[in-house]
Structure formats: C-alpha cells, structure tokens
C-alpha cells in the first residue's frame, strides 16, 4: 500500500478494534474501508489463516487496499453484505466494523460537493459511477419532498420554508454549483450558527443521495443473521439518527427496535449490550471529526447455551 494514499484519520482506533476481540484466525469485516485505518489495524492482528474482507463503494478508496493475501477489496455498498460475501463463500463472520462517518478526504476535496467550505458542483454521491447528484435533487424533487428530507436527515426547523426557497430559486435559476445552496440557505441560518446549520442542510442532501439510512438498516440486518454466536458487532455513528438506529438494533435485534420477550419476561434480543465509548479529550483535540462519535459494542449470543 502506498502511504500517501492514506486520507482517512481512524476514529477511536484502538477502542475500536479491541472491541472486535480478533482471533488470529477470525474472518473479519470492515464496510467502510476509507482510508485502509481500521482496516490496517485489523490486519496486524490476524494470524496467516485469518481473512478481512473490506467494502468501499468509492473508486478513491481502492486505491489504498493493501497487498496481502489475508485481505479481500469490495467495491460496493455494504447494503449488499450478505451476497458479496456469499460470492466469496464468508457467510459467517467473527466481527464487523463499521465507521459511518464520512472521511475528511470527502470533506477536503473541492470536487465533490460534500462540503461547503468550496464552490464544487453539487454532486455528492459516494458512488461516482451513476445515480441523482444533489443537484438533480433539488431541482427535481417537490416542495414536500425537500421539506421532509431537511427535517428528517438535518432536524431543521427552517424546513418547510427552505424548501419552498428553493422551489421557488430554481424556478428562475436551476442549482448547479455549491454557492446556489449556500445562498438560498443562508437567510435561515443565524449567523452565530451559520457554519452548523449550514452542515445540516448538507447532511440532510448527503444522507438521502446516498440512501445512508436504507443501507445501514439492510447492513444491521445481514451482519446480525451472519455474525456467529459470540461475533462482534462493532459500530462507530456521528449523529443522532443513525445512533438511535444501532443502538435500537443492538437493543432488540431488529430494526423497528421493538424488544421482544420470552414466557418468562425476558429480553429476547440476539445480542449481549455491551458498552457506549466516546472519544478522549485528546482525541477530540487530535481528530476533530471524532468530537460526535459513539463507539458502539455488542456481542452475539450463543442460543444454544
């Protein structure tokens, strides 16, 4: 692997892969491989017989996969879990990781439109090869689609109202670039907490570009059926929705969060609660995209004991 390729600054990493409790000869899953961090980690504590398997749907990020026979690239969405690694005949793991962060290299390049420190056109898409880019969203959505996307994804209060700038702006003049959005969002934003709101709105476009929320539901779901019996599950989340997701999957074993209960008034969820770490105060100073983690632990329970 070539070092300078590496843009990814991993979160919490040492909680993180202790959390996974590697054997040396445990089949390990990393769907967001990034910047090859966690995954790098992973490796150096994997015996010969030990295999990883790492998923990125960016074309960036392949660029960082290692050279190492222990060590398999997927270039896909982790929402397809189980039929790539069905493909590779690993339908049953020992641990998973998954950073649902997006990285900085996202964040820091100009071209993508994730972020609104530059005026790039809005795309947004963590898969390049096809799709809606932001741009297309907002023009072609409706005012009631944009409004529950804002405040569903961003939890903005300015919803309903941005939406209907919106509408109203790309009726004179279609969205293209980054500096369109900024300029119709700003009157909603005050400027002591222009820099916060502004991220929401751009959160809330990423989120449903990407259909972040679907796929990490269709992941949870295929890695608690493949995870074998005192397999890891190992979850880093940024903000409140898809914290509220994992922790309620990890609580019942199923999406809606509903827990369930045995004859006797017991919990009958698949998974064992383990613990919710955050990130040190050196590590927020060190790695400012770690200040809204959560690190997530949960192991799966053995149901024949």
Sequence with gaps: MSEKLVYHTPVMLTESIDGMKIGKNDICVDVTFGGGGHSREILSRLGAKGHLYSFDQDEDAEKNAPADKRFTFVRGNFRFLYNFLRYHDATEIDALLADLGVSGHHFDDETRGFSFRFDADLDMRMNKRGGETAADLLNNATEEELAKIFKLYGELNCARKLAATIVKRRGEKPFKRVNDLIEAAKPFCPPQREK?????????????????????????????????????????????????????????GNIEGIIEKDFFGRVTSPFDMQKVIIPTDEEQERNPRSRSAKLRIAIKKDTEQ
Aim: glycine fraction near 6%; proline fraction near 2%; charge should be positive.
């Design 196 to 252: 916060k709101e502004l991220a929401k709105v751009f959160q809330a476009l990423r989120i449903e570009i990407n259909h972040e929320m679907d796929a990490l539901k269709e992941m949870l779901t295929q890695a608690g059926e493949m995870l074998k019996p005192g397999g890891r599950l190992v979850i880093i989340t940024y903000h409140s929705l898809e914290d509220r997701l994992v922790k309620n999957f990890m609580k019942s």
